[in-house]
């Protein structure tokens, strides 16, 4: 394992004093103001990569999220009334703003949820070109014109002109893995077409994407517009999803979370990503160079920390051992380490997490799993492990893990695969390795799934695909054009000639 004493974590009362300490609280947005909460109190962010503490911000009080929520309210028809192009103009200037910043913006994101830097500055420009596309896309929204005698007994002098107009307020509550990326798949779609935002970043993360909403103010954020809330989740999280003035949720962040806000959201539209087990499915006939180079991109890459992770192996009993083999190849060759030493294992984001992880594990292998590759852990920083034989009544072979643990589990054939893929809580994205197309697309439209990858690992992108999720990985779908279509709603006026 890769480590220095730079990096090390506080033991026995000392911290390396190579590490800076940085308490810097960083303001909210309401109005186009910079603000810190008149309650004084903060929500400190600590490191993954070693505890310290990276930043704090506002925890806002019920009245000053009321006050962000209000004035995006009184300001949405306004913004609804500028030209489509003005709008679309404003993301090429946001796009083109973090452009400017990336590396810095990148550097917090490595300080803030522990990605290297190139991973975190990737983000900040993928982000912008995810903005540039949206801005482009959003210049494509049109109504259509119906003609009554369409339909029987209705007369040609009825007509209707269906419009697309915006919801209204959007609260946007992005997650810690992507802090800019999600944040900004959301915003952009709904600032195009004519709805105002409420934006509440994850705490771990929330200097990221408040240093991005900092370069939309700088690209000429109309005031009121877009306002933040930060803070307590116990404090203003059921206050603020409950609010009479907003007009939609999108919501990235765990199943439990999303539930929770579907229920208190009541009868306003909801669009929710949440948790997945996505497996890979591996036939006999197989790719297995290929394929076990994609599982181990697919389930290790930011040490597991996404939906779209691969979750858990399916493969037959022909090519169990062979994939079993090639797969602790690729992963006995990761390094781990920290963020700042470039590596492909990171810390996990909390302690939390990486006990939920350790768990499982102990679970699995105390019910008979074969540990395949295991490493040194280090408190959060968890190496990577792949569990062959993992069975039915074993925890991992269902629940999300969301770390550096692959369980793989053997079957007699691809039917019994696709029956624990249909049986499991979630349906966010599944894998499937055969050089049979035919079987490919037989099995695809047996899973009961948001998207099948074909010979390739489970992944969200491009950003202008469709992403969705079904069962307990969410509703309502994403992506550039979809993400678009969800932030408009249909008026009819309905002309009687």
């Not at 806000?261 to 290929?290: H, T, Y």
Request: with cysteine; glycine share 8%; hydrophobic share 40%.
């Amino acid at each position: 394992m890769k480590r220095s004493l730079k990096h090390q974590f506080y033991r026995n009362g000392v911290i390396s004093m190579t590490v800076k300490h940085d308490h810097t609280t960083h303001p909210f947005l309401i109005n186009n103001e910079w603000l810190e909460s008149k309650t004084g109190e903060t929500v400190p962010i600590h490191s993954p990569d070693n505890g310290v503490q990276v930043g704090q911000v506002p925890a806002m009080s019920r009245e000053e999220v009321n006050q962000a929520v209000n004035l995006a309210a009184d300001v949405q028809e306004n913004w609804a009334a500028t030209e489509v192009h003005e709008r679309s103009d404003l993301l090429h200037r946001w796009a083109d703003e973090l452009d400017q910043v990336a590396d810095k913006i990148g550097a917090m994101i490595q300080k803030e949820v522990g990605k290297t830097f190139a991973s975190a500055k990737s983000e900040v420009k993928r982000t912008a070109q995810l903005i540039r596309h949206t801005a482009e896309e959003g210049l494509r929204t049109h109504g259509s014109f119906i003609q009554g005698d369409a339909f029987p007994g209705a007369s040609r002098s009825t007509k209707a002109m269906v419009q697309k107009v915006p919801h209204g307020v959007i609260l946007a509550i992005s997650p810690f893995n992507y802090p800019v990326n999600l944040a900004a798949s959301k915003i952009a779609p709904a600032l195009v077409t004519g709805n105002t935002v409420v934006f509440k970043p994850a705490t771990q993360g929330a200097v990221s994407g408040l240093m991005m909403i900092d370069a939309l103010v700088k690209a000429g954020l109309p005031k009121g517009v877009l306002n933040v809330v930060t803070g307590r989740g116990s404090v203003i999280g059921d206050y603020v999803v409950t609010h009479p003035k907003l007009d939609m949720i999108t919501f990235t962040g765990g199943t439990a979370t999303g539930q929770h806000i579907a229920k208190k959201a009541s009868m306003i539209p909801v669009v929710l990503e949440l948790g997945g087990k996505d497996p890979a499915i591996v036939l006999e006939d197989a790719d297995l160079k290929k394929a076990a180079k994609e599982i181990v991109s697919g389930a290790f890459s930011y040490s597991g920390q996404r939906c779209t992770a691969i979750k858990r192996v399916m493969v037959t009993e022909q090519a169990a051992d062979e994939l079993v083999e090639k797969i602790r190849e690729h992963v006995a060759a990761l390094s781990v380490g920290y963020s700042t030493e470039e590596v492909d294992i990171i810390p996990m984001i909390d302690q939390k997490s990486a006990d939920y992880v350790t768990g499982l594990i102990e679970d699995a292998v105390k019910k008979g799993a074969t540990i395949v590759h295991e490493g040194q852990n280090d408190q959060n920083l968890l190496s990577p492990v792949v569990l062959d034989h993992v069975t039915e009544d074993m925890e991992i072979a269902w629940e999300e893990q969301f770390g550096p643990v692959l369980p793989i589990m053997r079957v007699a054939n691809e039917l019994e695969a696709v029956d624990l893929e249909k049986r499991n809580a979630y349906g966010l994205q599944a894998s499937i390795f055969t050089k049979d197309m035919e079987k490919a697309f037989t099995l695809a439209e047996r899973m009961n799934v948001g998207t099948v990858q074909i010979n390739g690992k489970t992944s969200r992108g491009p950003d202008h695909f469709p992403f969705l999720g079904v069962k307990n990985s969410g509703q309502g779908v994403q992506g550039i054009g979809r993400s678009i279509d969800s932030m408009l709603r249909d008026k009819v006026i309905v002309l009687n000639l």
